[in-house]
């Protein structure tokens, strides 16, 4: 079955970077957009970043020249490189994948992974 995994996060003091990353798993794989989102306690999820099977990149103005995410279409990985970071861009950062199981979906759906914790203090 279709499973994310997302690693690299971490604590880093203000003005550092961090790396994520996001592997996806599974068989007979159609992959469109892959998205990076964000969540605080009491708060909705906040797209971060987004890039289509092309490689076309949209980001939240928020980290809007600070934030660049990338993808390997051979590997099925997304990376999210966050540099300047902020206190405010504290979250759990999560992947999200919108995938189609060749040969056993019709229509593609939205794949979650597990999220993983960015923290940045001094």
């Known amino acids: 079955q279709v499973q994310l995994v997302e690693s690299g996060g971490g604590l880093v003091q203000p003005g550092g970077s961090l790396r994520l990353s996001c592997a996806v798993s599974?068989?007979?794989?159609?992959?469109?957009?892959m998205t990076w989102y964000r969540q605080v306690p009491g708060k909705e999820r906040e797209l971060v970043a987004a890039v289509t099977s092309g490689g076309s990149a949209n980001y939240a103005d928020s980290v809007k020249g600070r934030f660049t995410i990338s993808r390997d279409n051979i590997k099925n990985t997304v990376d999210l490189q966050m540099n300047s970071l902020k206190p405010e861009d504290t979250a759990v950062y999560y992947c999200?994948?919108?995938?189609?199981?060749?040969?056993?979906?019709?229509?593609?759906?939205?794949?979650w992974g597990q999220g993983t914790l960015v923290t940045v203090s001094s």
């Open positions: 999200n994948a919108n995938i189609r199981v060749n040969g056993v979906t019709l229509s593609y759906r939205n794949y």
């Open positions: 599974g068989r007979r794989l159609d992959i469109n957009t």
